[in-house]
């Protein structure tokens, strides 16, 4: 009941309204103080961030009326999320993904110049080192799923190409698995590679087309989806992430069009430009040149950087 209400509610007391009033008076004090705390910071950005983060904290257990066993229950929940956290699992990636801040923030300062490839979430199963391949290596190492072959070209807005530009690939194997989830089953660097564009920033390689998977649900991020009667499924997709001198560095998947959860991605990731098609090629000169069976599908998808 704010002050307001105690004023106009029906039968109202001067004890009621003086009580609204020492208790919103004794709301304030606290979030002030707790700001005031923070002006001593060094770091003027951290002292901007904190102190914007302790008003919405504050604004959101004022809106919401938060009792105490809700926060307890919130702080129990943040411990486990932490808890799940190993060298090979990121759950606060993993938990930010799914509540769509890792997707604000990249949609806020993502590169996004007219022209260049959009950018996307960077994704919780980037954690070890893609090995350096060879242009047309293959990153899949198992070679039970359909043979593809993704293409493209590395290039500024312009057209100009970016010879020598770093391409970091990874994705799932058609069960939905990266490498670091089935050890027992796939070999470490499964599904990923470092490539290095050639002279027209060309780049290739050999992989298989990968599955829709669902992200982790044993931890706490699966107990929150399904309490919310969410599913946890990812459209099938290979991530990217490209480099190149004098341009900034983009973050992307490449979705495979026609997919199933393309339009309710459990991590709000997908975006219409980064949908391309897989096509399905019948051809045994071209299989042959690629290294590949026949027949197989193929990508093509070029990189387009902004400059720094």
Not at 53 to 72: G, M, Y
Request: charge should be negative; charged fraction near 20%.
């Amino acid at each position: 009941m704010t002050t307001e209400d105690a004023v106009t509610a029906p039968g109202a007391t001067e004890a009621a309204v003086s009580a609204a009033a020492v208790s919103e008076e004794a709301v304030d004090t606290v979030t002030r103080q707790a700001v005031d705390s923070l002006s001593a910071t060094a770091d003027p950005r951290l002292r901007d961030l904190l102190t914007a983060l302790v008003r919405h904290l504050h604004a959101f257990a004022r809106e919401t009326r938060l009792t105490q066993a809700e926060w307890e229950r919130a702080v129990g929940f943040l411990a486990a999320t932490g808890q799940a956290c190993t060298d090979t699992r990121q759950e606060f990636i993993l938990l930010s993904d799914v509540l769509g801040l890792s997707m604000l923030v990249e949609t806020v300062h993502g590169h996004s110049a007219p022209g260049t490839t959009e950018s996307t979430v960077l994704g919780p199963f980037h954690l070890t080192k893609s090995p350096a391949r060879e242009l047309g290596d293959s990153i899949d190492l198992v070679g039970d799923g359909e043979p593809c072959v993704v293409s493209g070209r590395v290039r500024a807005a312009d057209g100009t190409a970016l010879p020598g530009a770093v391409v970091d690939v990874w994705q799932a194997d058609p069960h939905g698995f990266y490498d670091v989830q089935r050890p027992d089953a796939q070999p470490p660097g499964n599904g990923r590679g470092l490539f290095t564009a050639d002279t027209a920033g060309a780049f290739w390689f050999r992989t298989c087309l990968p599955g829709p998977y669902p992200i982790p649900t044993d931890g706490p991020v699966g107990t929150l989806l399904e309490a919310c009667g969410r599913h946890p499924y990812r459209p099938a997709h290979i991530h990217f992430v490209a480099k190149a001198d004098g341009h900034a560095p983009v973050t992307t998947h490449i979705f495979v069009a026609g997919g199933a959860h393309l339009d309710s991605d459990a991590v709000f990731a997908v975006k219409d430009s980064l949908v391309k098609d897989f096509i399905p090629t019948d051809d045994p000169c071209l299989a042959r040149e690629f290294g590949v069976p026949n027949p197989f599908r193929h990508a093509r998808f070029d990189l387009v950087l902004e400059r720094a």
